[in-house]
Each structure stands twice: as structure tokens, then as C-alpha cells.
């Protein structure tokens, strides 16, 4: 079983949510901000004479474990629902889980998926 751990642009919560809602079990979001490579927005300040850039950008980190076969259709498809093309899309991270329980049925492994 692998854990996959997409961090995207706030913006684009419901077309990931769209993409993966067939492919998985079920999924986390979690909504924040963060700063990478993207640009960050600028807003207006004062009495709209003047602009400043925000320090951070709003993200959301998609989390689900899927088994080892369904890693890359579920990348894949997180990708392309986050893509427009310029720097910041996010980044999709995929590792290892050694097991899984699932607390109401009590099943484990693949199962608890």
C-alpha cells in the first residue's frame, strides 16, 4: 500500500476532488497556506493606491492510501486536475505504509481500504 500526499493550489481543491472521487476510497483535504516557487498574490493596501504581494499562498494537501497498482492512475490523475502550466501546480508526494486498520470494521490491510 503506498500513501499519496498531493500538495495544490487552494483554487483547485474541487477539480482534484472531482478526478480522485472514483479512483479511491476516500481521501483527506486539508486547507492552509504555504510558500513555494509560485507566485504569490499581490492585493491592493491603503486606499487602493498602493499594492503588496501576501506572504503566502493558499494551498490544500490531498491525502489517501491507495494499493501499490492504483499509485500512478491516482497520480496521475491528481496532476492533471492541478495543472495550469506556471510555476507552484503543488507536488505529489508517494511512500510507503506498512499497515492500515480500519478502527470501525476492525479490517486491516488492503481491506480497510
Known amino acids: ?5 498531493a500538495t495544490i493550489q ?3 481543491i474541487g477539480a482534484v476532488s472531482d478526478a480522485i472521487n472514483e479512483l479511491v476510497g476516500g481521501y483527506t483535504i486539508l486547507e492552509g497556506n504555504g510558500r513555494g516557487s509560485g507566485a504569490r498574490q499581490e492585493m491592493r493596501s491603503g486606499r ?3 499594492t503588496i504581494t501576501a506572504e503566502y499562498n493558499k494551498v490544500a494537501t490531498v491525502t489517501t492510501i491507495v494499493d501499490d497498482s492504483e499509485v500512478e492512475k491516482v497520480s496521475t490523475a491528481i496532476a492533471n486536475a492541478a ?3 506556471k510555476g507552484g501546480d503543488g507536488i505529489v508526494i508517494v511512500s510507503n505504509v506498512e ?7 476492525k479490517k486491516s490491510g488492503s481491506e480497510a481500504l
Open 83 to 85: 495543472y495550469t502550466g
Open 99 to 105: 499497515s492500515v486498520l480500519n478502527i470501525a470494521s
Open 10 to 12: 487552494g483554487n483547485k
Open 1 to 5: 500500500m503506498k500513501r499519496i500526499e
Open 48 to 50: 487602493g493606491t498602493g
